[in-house]
């Protein structure tokens, strides 16, 4: 067994060599056909040096810098060959390759941007924060209660851009010494005002149930995933409402290392099927798209597991419900939302639909919800968050000129 788990180590490390030189040469193709950015043009960097793997994080913000772009110019800074292949075909604002330091160097010096976000905590953002006169802003890639929203790496960056109450709670009691008042700026989700495309059923009088669930995870403390244990009951019993529709929309990785897991997601996508083919009118969805966000914009209420997801559902200030893990190892942290949490237990998935209409129209519930939304994410008006983003960015950039003439520079 060792020796083939060398093997395989082997060839992984050796399609990985393949895969960048592959990347290399297509991207220095590639870059011929580039027209370079005008000196002096940008004034926001947004700084990724990930793999193509993380480009979820950075894709998040497409929308919302493209809309940033229109009154502070903006481009994307690319590390890896892969990722600024993706990026030159995707990204809505110009993307710049700085493979080594002397390319992030001229791009400094060319560009001289005001502003640099950070959409995570790579150890390379480090080789651009060394320049001392722009603000080097954390912006994250989303919002959640996890150990990494408290790190006391966001002492290391001028300022961050953080969601709301929640957030300000967090930091001010993880962090000593960490100047909220003057390096925090909430700003709620503007991803949520950019939610796109439009659901591929029609609008009609059914209850849109968008069932979320998250893989089967790779160890006990973090077994969150419902597919098993909640997720073939709730299929059945919404599949079988006239009332209702399923959307469900499962992690990619489900049922990569439980092959009970794999095959309890394979039942609820075959039982899908067999719903539609019997009732033509019910335009139930098994949903594996790349893009995310008619799905949590238009459902009337949403069903996820302990994820990222919650946070994302939240910030659009609609109903939901959270599946309580069958594992007694799994970590659950109810010092936030979690702890009034609309929680489905695994016994309880029999009376999902009953569940599903009382978080639709209960008051009490709607009105719980809604204060959990407002100390996430405040006012979750469309519009508001992207508004506050911008005002951030322009109090940012004020105050960027403003200490550039304290210091004699035009």
Do not use: C
């Amino acid at each position: 067994m060792p020796i083939l788990n060398d093997v395989r180590t082997a060839w992984r490390l050796g399609r990985r060599l393949l895969n960048a030189r592959g990347n290399r040469r297509g991207l220095a193709k590639r870059l011929t056909t580039e027209q370079p950015l005008a000196p002096g043009r940008i004034e926001v960097a947004v700084y990724f040096a990930d793999g193509p793997v993380n480009m979820y994080q950075v894709r998040q913000w497409y929308a919302p810098l493209a809309e940033l772009a229109k009154t502070h110019p903006v481009a994307i800074v690319s590390r890896n060959p892969g990722t600024m292949l993706t990026l030159l075909d995707e990204a809505p604002v110009p993307a710049v390759y700085a493979r080594q330091v002397v390319d992030l160097e001229r791009f400094v010096d060319t560009q001289a941007p005001k502003l640099v976000l950070y959409v995570n905590q790579n150890a390379r953002n480090f080789q651009m924060m060394r320049y001392g006169r722009m603000w080097h802003v954390f912006v994250n890639h989303g919002e959640s209660d996890k150990m990494y929203m408290t790190t006391n790496q966001f002492k290391a960056y001028d300022y961050a851009l953080i969601a709301g109450d929640a957030a300000r709670d967090r930091l001010a009691e993880a962090l000593w010494d960490y100047d909220l008042d003057g390096r925090a700026i909430a700003i709620g989700r503007p991803q949520a005002d950019h939610f796109a495309g439009e659901p591929p059923y029609p609008a009609d009088e059914r209850t849109v149930v968008l069932y979320a669930p998250t893989w089967e995870g790779d160890r006990p403390a973090a077994a969150y995933g419902s597919i098993a244990s909640h997720g073939t009951t709730i299929a059945e019993r919404v599949l079988a409402s006239p009332r209702h529709r399923l959307v469900y929309r499962p992690h990619p990785r489900s049922g990569v290392i439980d092959p009970g897991y794999r095959a309890a997601h394979e039942r609820i996508v075959a039982a899908i099927a067999a719903a539609n083919a019997a009732d033509a009118g019910a335009h139930h969805v098994y949903d594996d798209g790349p893009g995310m966000g008619w799905q949590l914009a238009d459902a009337d209420v949403a069903i996820t597991d302990i994820s990222a997801m919650i946070y994302d559902r939240l910030a659009v200030g609609k109903p939901l419900i959270v599946t309580r893990p069958v594992s007694t190892e799994a970590e659950v942290d109810e010092r936030g939302y979690l702890v009034a949490a609309n929680w489905l237990r695994a016994e309880d998935a029999d009376d999902v639909v009953a569940r599903v209409d009382a978080a639709a129209h209960d008051e009490d519930e709607l009105a719980e919800l809604r204060r959990w939304v407002t100390r996430y994410f405040g006012d979750t008006t469309p519009g508001v968050a992207t508004a506050r983003f911008h005002a951030a960015v322009d109090r940012l950039v004020a105050r960027w000129h403003e200490v550039a003439r304290q210091h004699g520079r035009r």
